[in-house]
């Protein structure tokens, strides 16, 4: 073989592998085009999952917040001593205000789907993220937390009541005078009202607004994000 003909066999097979390298190149950029496509779709699929569950939240937490209110602002009529035995029946909540809670469960759903693409997506791995993360964290432990006192607090109550000889006639809602006599007029049951008070309207209730005020910013971010997308396509 000549030097001329051997110079246009190499040439024809660099020519050769050059192709199938960019060949290969292409169908590597082709294939994770669609894996970031499929990453992206999937996260979006989250964060609407995300939406739903602080939409649910926002509007429960809302109602829980008014519940607390009134049952704080019954809690302040007692300790102003507006509350007597002949206006007893007008305060509904009067004998049941240190004894029942409305535990809060959020959402978390989308954020447990979240947390599971973060770690295999790199495209989930940016500032949005990082706040609703921050977001569910601090204030999953702060409701729990929260929950859990005011359920202490109630079940210690409870048992204490179980003392006194009204208690079988209080858990079937019959007022006798004795009872009564009890819940308007007692200092004991002042300091239990403001012993509770305390965890529902300083810890409670606050937690519950910040989850909202903060819970609402999250959301709007992620409809931003969710339309921009959507736009672009």
């Known amino acids: 073989m000549t030097k001329g003909k051997i110079f246009k066999y190499l ?104 947390k599971g693409v973060i770690g295999q997506n790199t495209n989930a791995k940016d500032s949005l993220s990082t706040d609703i993360t921050q977001f569910y964290t601090i204030f999953l432990d702060f409701i729990s937390s929260s929950n859990e006192m005011l359920k202490n607090e109630s079940l210690k109550n409870i048992e204490d009541f179980k003392s006194y000889d009204w208690f079988v006639d209080w858990t079937r809602g019959n007022n006798t005078s004795e009872m009564i006599s009890y819940f308007a007029t007692s200092e004991d049951y002042k300091k239990r009202v403001a012993s509770y008070n305390i965890l529902a309207a300083n810890n409670h209730l606050q937690y519950l607004k910040s989850y909202k005020q903060n819970a609402t910013y999250i959301l709007d971010k992620i409809n931003t994000r969710l339309a921009k997308e959507g736009a672009s396509k």
Do not use: W
Request: hydrophobic residues 40%; aromatic residues 6%.
């Open 11 to 114: 040439a024809y097979a660099i020519g050769e592998i050059i192709l199938v390298v960019i060949g290969i190149l292409i169908a590597v950029q082709i294939n994770n085009a669609n894996e970031t496509r499929k990453q992206n779709r999937q996260l979006q699929g989250i964060l609407k999952n995300i939406t739903y569950d602080l939409s649910t939240d926002t509007t429960m937490v809302s109602n829980y917040i008014k519940i607390e209110e009134h049952r704080i602002a019954e809690s302040k009529r007692i300790l102003a001593g507006e509350i007597s035995i002949e206006n007893f029946k007008e305060c509904a909540l009067c004998p049941s205000i240190t004894t029942t809670y409305t535990p809060v469960t959020i959402n978390t759903k989308g954020f447990e789907q979240l």
